[in-house]
T-cell receptor, first 118, second 113 residues
Framework: DGGITQSPKYLFRKEGQNVTLSCEQN?????MYWYRQDPGQGLRLIYY???????QKGDIAEGYSVSREKKESFPLTVTSAQKNPTAFYLC?????????????????FGNGTRLTVT | SQQGEEDPQALSIQEGENATMNCSYK?????LQWYRQNSGRGLVHLIL?????REKHSGRLRVTLDTSKKSSSLLITASRAADTASYFC?????????????FGKGTLLTVNP
């Protein structure tokens, strides 16, 4: 079955430590995304990538970093510079961002990683 | 800033009743999408409606789009307890070569058996 795998499901870290969240997809999608979800605030876009070796900042990129070395993988690092890192993080993918009718492609989501920093 | 805003924030109904959720947005869009999220899980895509479409159906789901009022509605007919979830609208809009999908805060639907 094709899909998106996020791991781990739960992650606990001490303040001041960097932590990397994994996201792997086998849907052969070009575009991948990271969203953050906080209670009552919906989803906010952190970073997105349209193709391998390229990524763009979203609305709340400060304190986060990403890489896209392979089409299947889009890991997110939450750095110690992120002031409020505790949240539910969702990875998603879509066929393509740019080309014509692909503006209308839906997102496929993983089941999320809940990060708690104390 | 958030583009789509769902209304109501929470909705509680009995099994078998219909549930209607609304979404309003502020700027022009390419498409509007509805997603469902069960507690603690990822979002699942339900329906996408393009800006030149007015209505779409998928099983027990019916989505309407009124671009003149900048609003959309999601109707779930003959609801079931398994429909209990949060429902989000997301508006897709492009500017130049950039495309952005912006999510609302969601409607929490509870279907009581």
């Amino acid at each position: 079955d094709g899909g998106i795998t996020q791991s781990p499901k739960y992650l606990f870290r001490k303040e001041g430590q960097n932590v990397t969240l994994s996201c792997e997809q086998n849907l052969n999608h070009d575009a991948m995304y990271w969203y953050r979800q906080d209670p009552g605030q919906g989803l906010r876009l952190i970073y997105y990538s349209q193709i391998v070796n390229d990524f763009q900042k979203g609305d709340i990129a400060e304190g986060y970093s990403v890489s896209r070395e392979k089409k299947e993988s889009f890991p997110l690092t939450v750095t110690s510079a992120q002031k409020n890192p505790t949240a539910f993080y969702l990875c998603a993918s879509s066929v393509d961002l740019i080309q014509g009718s692909s503006y209308n492609s839906p997102l496929h989501f993983g089941n999320g990683t809940r990060l708690t920093v104390t | 800033s958030q583009q789509g805003e769902e209304d109501p924030q929470a909705l509680s109904i009995q099994e078998g009743e219909n549930a209607t959720m609304n979404c309003s947005y502020k700027t022009s869009i390419n498409n509007l999408q509805w997603y469902r999220q069960n507690s603690g899980r990822g979002l699942v895509h339900l329906i996408l409606i393009r800006s030149n479409e007015r209505e779409k159906h998928s099983g027990r789901l019916r989505v309407t789009l009124d671009t003149s009022k900048k609003s959309s509605s999601l109707l779930i007919t003959a609801s079931r307890a398994a429909d209990t979830a949060s429902y989000f609208c997301a508006t897709g809009h492009s500017g130049g070569s950039n495309y952005k999908l912006t999510f609302g805060k969601g409607t929490l639907l509870t279907v009581n058996p």
